[in-house]
């Protein structure tokens, strides 16, 4: 067939329709080269905005589900030392009506990830308070604020609109341990909390939709938390599966599509994102590595294209391997993905998330790029 612009290989990816090659894509870049982490990333920013099908962030449209738009409650937070002069402690305290909640967050003065060192839900009173917040529903949404993130990026891609994730939000409140005891222990308190944030999302994705956006793409990430080893099966029904249904059929009853992000062992639910609306699985880590379970090849054997796959090419060979070995894994990827129709390649992760970036990693994410672009483009001769 002829050959596609970024934007209609996409969209066709997501309806499942035929397309003239596989998409590449490098997680986290944009039409947009502008500030970097660092100024070593910025011919791969480029080199990235020129040559991959790119998504693009729709602006405008972001949700507290604790709050909303709400301004009532009062939060009170400051800083403490911690002994190390490169880490801060942040505190956040909130005077809920039924009692005050804190965490605490260690944050890096040089651009390292932050860790959690005390959650807001420490026990099931927690709960209690964190769901007595009053809640106000943003409003004001607007149509153009997709219409001109669509625009800005044009035929390179497209705009995808982020939306926060129930279960992934109510986890985050209270982190893996305290969840896996609370699961057990308080269930229908932490199913109350994650239906709570459910509706919320669900009536903020309504007002999206009712401004008349054209074949919207949202997109979210989260279902991870909720997999084993971490949760059970059952878990993953009762808390991803059964909320973000009824927000994929409500997207598609009016036209959009759904992007979703899961890290870790998901070949045994792959069928279950299918039948919960899931248009495009992002990032299917490969079964070679530590926490990854797919093979391509059986996956497209036994789904064909019932679903759009993305990813497959785990970030840390880019971080540490050769380029041969680079090299075979996107081939190998590539021609599996392509038998699908249905194919983004796609590393596992943002390549701009460390601080520090080596030159093998640079050299890495710039032949990934080069010879990503080859690989796929051979699909279409």
Known sequence: MNKLTSRERLMRIFRGEEIDRPALKLWGAGPDVGWQLHEAY???????????????????????????????????????????????????RIHTPKGEIEMVRRVSQISEPGYDMEHYIKDEDDIEKLLSIPYAAPEGMKKERYDEAAAHVGDRGIAMIDLPHAAYYAHQMMGSETLAYLSVDARSLVDELISVYAKRIFGHVKRILETGVEHPVFGWCGPELFLPPLLSPKDFDDFVFKYDKPICDLIHEHGGYVWVHSHGRVRNFIERFIEMGVDVLNPLEPIWASNGDVDLDEVVGTFGGRIGLEGNIEIQEIIQSSKDRIAELIDACVAAGWKSGRMILCPSAGYMEYPRPTEKYIENLLFYLRYGLEAVEKCGK
């Open 42 to 92: 910025r011919p791969v920013s480029e080199l990235a905005a020129q040559t991959t099908d790119l998504f693009a962030g729709a602006g405008g449209y972001w949700l507290n589900p604790m709050f909303g738009t709400d301004n009532r409650t009062k939060v009170d937070t400051w800083k403490t030392e911690t002994g190390d002069p490169l880490w801060l402690d942040h505190h956040t």
